[in-house]
């Protein structure tokens, strides 16, 4: 079955309209926020479905309105729904009271808290990034759950989220969701050692330029998050082939320990916030880093560090390195 709608964030400076969908039976959006839109009528365009869903829900009429993008959302049910997505702005009139929901003006950097789709929140960060018009798919299962998205033909990384405690909220969010307001999600950080005459090396691997946070810096041997779904030690494993090219098996990793903690930063001119769970391996064989096959969306080259400079001199050159992770680090080399 297909369906075909509009879906309109009429905006009042930093204000959005807001439908809380509280009175509507049988509503798939029961308690949740939208924005205001509904159903195409036979022979209706886009456009004009929009104006006269405007009209029928708030009792006003918008001045401009733009098209932002396509959305299409696969539900599990057998339904799969194609919908554009507008912004509007200078609204006319009064607006009236809607018989699906409440209309509340809600503050644009306070929409995050709301009681809101998880593939809603990736529309208010692709309107909040200003982005050109794109083409979303949303894929939903029969009970709800968020089970993957595609920007433009390209897979976006969804992340289970937790509480500070390490905790599993039951919540699935979208990475570029989950950076822009800060959610705890879980990372795997995976060491590789060598001692050269009695001393500690690490290698060291230098950010692509590409990455969103951090370009050019050095950081952990291998990282990377850990998909919705995923777990610890089969992402270590899967970082280390996709970012060195390294073929690791699960005895070759030694769990030491996790961290919590975080940033707020901006790069590239964008708001970045990191709330993250790290869990933290040692890589147990030898590595010759000329034969490493380097992922170049990823690293731009490795380079062997004394672990006792790293620690000493952390500002001596450009890295995203913790110090608590390194005395961790250092503190499990001397239990060998």
């Known amino acids: 079955m297909i369906e075909l709608t509009t879906l309109c964030y009429i905006e009042d400076g930093d204000y959005y309209l807001m439908l809380h969908r509280i009175y509507k039976k049988n509503d798939i959006n029961k308690d949740k926020y939208i924005g205001v839109g509904g159903h195409l009528e036979k022979d209706e365009s886009p456009d004009e479905c929009l104006v006269r869903e405007i009209f029928e829900e708030t009792g006003c009429h918008v001045e401009k309105f733009s098209c932002r993008g396509t959305v299409t959302f696969v539900s599990g049910r057998g339904l799969t729904e194609y919908m554009w997505l507008y912004t509007a702005n200078g609204l006319k009139g009064e607006l009236k009271a809607c018989d699906e929901g409440e209309l509340k003006w809600v503050k ?32 939903y299962d029969s009970s709800d759950n968020f089970k993957s998205a595609f920007l433009n033909g390209r897979e976006l990384e969804l992340f289970d989220i937790y509480d500070e405690n390490g905790n599993s909220l039951n919540r699935v969010e979208e990475r570029g969701v989950v950076h822009t307001i800060g959610l705890y999600h879980k990372t795997v950080h995976i060491w590789i050692v060598r001692k050269i005459d009695d001393r500690y090396e690490v290698l060291l691997q230098k950010r692509s330029q590409n990455k969103d946070s951090h ?35 699960p005895e070759d990793l030694t769990f030491i320990g996790s961290l919590t903690g975080g940033f ?62 390194l005395l961790l680090l250092k503190r499990m080399l001397k239990i060998q």
């Open 215 to 249: 370009p050019g810096s050095y950081d952990i041997s291998s990282a990377g998050h850990i998909t919705a779904g995923d777990e610890p030690l089969p992402s270590a494993i899967r970082e280390l082939k996709e970012e060195l090219g390294i073929s690791a098996f």
């Open 264 to 325: 707020d930063a901006v790069f590239n001119n964008r708001p970045f916030k990191d709330r993250e769970i790290s869990m933290i391996y040692l890589y147990n064989r030898s590595v010759n880093e000329n034969e490493l096959v380097l992922q170049p969306d990823e690293v731009d080259s490795v380079k062997w560090f004394y672990l006792d400079d790293c620690l000493n001199d952390m500002e001596g050159f450009r890295n995203c390195l913790r110090k608590e992770e």
């Open 108 to 139: 644009k950097d306070e929409v995050w808290d709301l009681e809101l789709w998880p593939g809603d929140r990736i529309f208010f960060r692709l309107l909040a990034q200003n982005s050109p018009y794109f083409s979303l798919k949303l894929v």
